[in-house]
Structures are given as C-alpha cells and as structure tokens.
C-alpha cells in the first residue's frame, strides 16, 4: 500500500485487533439473487462482469452490523460518513469501462474494496486511491484476505490521479466531481475510457468520456447519487 503516492507500506498497520475471518462460501445464493433481480434485470449482459459480481463476496466488504444486509438492493454505511455502492451501479459502472482483462485501471474512491475487488477480475491490474486512511487500510486488509494480489491500495487524493502508474486504460471515480479533473483526463491512456458521476452535491449524472489521441468526448448515462469527491481538483472539504 502506498501513502500519499510516497512511502510503500507491505502491510496494513492496524494489524491484530479488528482481523475478522473472511468467509466467502457465504450467502452464495443471496449473491446469485442480486445478480438475477438487480442487475440483469436491469440491463447489465456483460458475463464477465456478472460472473464477478456472483464471486466476489461483497458481506466481507460491509461493517458486521450490516453484513446482513450485503445483498441488498442499496448503499450501505462503511465509516467516516462514507458508503459501498449500490451493486447494480458498481455493475454498470464496470460494465461501461469495457475491461477486456488486460488492462491497467485507475479507481478513485477505495472505500470498503469492494469496487475494486471486482475490477481486479476483470482487469490485469488495478490501482485504487482513498483520501481516508482508516478506510484503505482496511480496504487493503481485506484484499489481501482474499488473495486478490493484483490490487494496490494508495492512500492520497485521487482528483490528483496516480501519475507514477499512469496511464490508464480505465479510470473509475467512484464520488461526484464537479468537473471532470484535468489530471484524469491527461492520465487516460490514448482509447482508454473513464467513467465518473459528474454535478452538484445533491445529484450528478454518469458520465463515459472516451480518449482518442487528443480528443475527449463524452455521453451521459444515467442520473445518480454519490458522496462527493473532495480534493484540489474537486470539492473543498
Ligand atoms: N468504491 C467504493 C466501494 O466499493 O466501497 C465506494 C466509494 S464511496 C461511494 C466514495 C469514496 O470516495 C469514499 O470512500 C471517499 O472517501 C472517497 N473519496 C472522496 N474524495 C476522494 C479523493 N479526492 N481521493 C480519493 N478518495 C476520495
């Protein structure tokens, strides 16, 4: 794990105390329920990314006290006033990135892993960056319990990018932006894809920006809501 993009870190530093058992032969037809009612039906065909979402055990990612709760159709609580995504939206936002498997990608907003765990299906390597230490620590902690080696866990601010591992041929911000941060924009590698939610605090839209060469476009997909994306080239605290 990396802080501030500086110092390396082999291993997450609240070691001990809060080690929980990982277990994910649980909840296996709850898994299979989520996909089936909340993200099939809702159009998501990649079989890629719903084999990944039937795998990855998202009641490891959730606080105890919501574990059962996992594989409800929602966000749930995570700490320091942040959330895990609603599956169907991790889904759809993964799906829109296209991931092939041999790809690099770039994922703003760490939180629990979970995001991120899915995406380390999917793609050859995954870089995840959270302003919150306490939260990728912990994220770390879990990835590793699962064996999923092929993520890194950054401690910093993520409108900033990951420039010592760019470029990206995926970038995925997972809260609101204002705009879309330049640095994003010049970390994407050349046909690479971004997806991010973009406007107000109360509400954005996900947005798909696609990099040809020097030319960026666009296309807005869907209304959402996420926790804001705070940072130099985001909101101020
Ligand atoms: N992807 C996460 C998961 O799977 O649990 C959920 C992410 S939560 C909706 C958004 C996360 O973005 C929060 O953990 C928040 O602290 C983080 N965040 C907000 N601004 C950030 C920034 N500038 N750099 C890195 N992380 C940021």
């Known amino acids: ?29 709850e898994r299979e329920q989520m ?43 995570i700490g320091s006033g942040q959330t895990i995504s609603q599956p169907y939206i991790v889904a ?6 296209r991931l092939k498997g041999h790809e690099k990608v770039l994922e703003v907003g760490a939180g629990s892993g979970y995001q991120a765990a899915i995406l380390s299906r999917l793609a050859r390597e995954v870089h995840t960056i959270e302003r919150h230490a306490n939260l990728a620590r912990h994220a770390a902690r ?3 319990d699962l064996g999923l080696e092929n993520v890194h866990v950054h401690i910093g601010d993520g409108t900033l990018g990951l420039p ?14 204002p705009q879309v941060p330049g640095a994003l924009l010049q970390q994407l590698a050349d046909g690479g894809r971004m997806v991010i939610p973009v406007g107000g605090r109360g509400g954005q ?15 807005s997909v869907l209304p959402v809501a996420f926790v804001p994306l705070v940072g130099e080239q985001g909101w101020k605290d």
Do not use: K
Not at 2 to 23: L, M, V, Y
Not at 92 to 97: A, R, V
Not at 164 to 177: F, Q, S
Not at 205 to 218: A, P
């Open 205 to 219: 839209v996900l947005e798909v920006w696609t990099r040809e060469g020097e030319r960026y476009d666009y296309e």
């Open 35 to 77: 996909v089936e009612e909340q993200i099939l039906q809702r159009g998501v065909r990649d079989p890629r990314v719903l084999e990944a979402m039937r795998e990855v055990p998202r009641h490891c990612f959730v606080p105890p006290e919501y574990r059962y709760l996992a594989y409800t159709d929602g966000p749930l609580p």
């Open 1 to 29: 794990m990396s802080e501030n993009a500086a110092s390396e870190h082999s291993a997450p530093q609240d070691s001990g105390a809060h080690r929980f058992t990982i277990d994910d032969t649980l909840f296996v037809a």
């Open 164 to 177: 010592e591992h760019a470029p990206y041929d995926g970038i995925l911000v997972t809260a609101a932006a």
């Open 142 to 144: 879990i990835l590793s």
């Open 92 to 97: 759809l936002m993964t799906e829109l990135l």
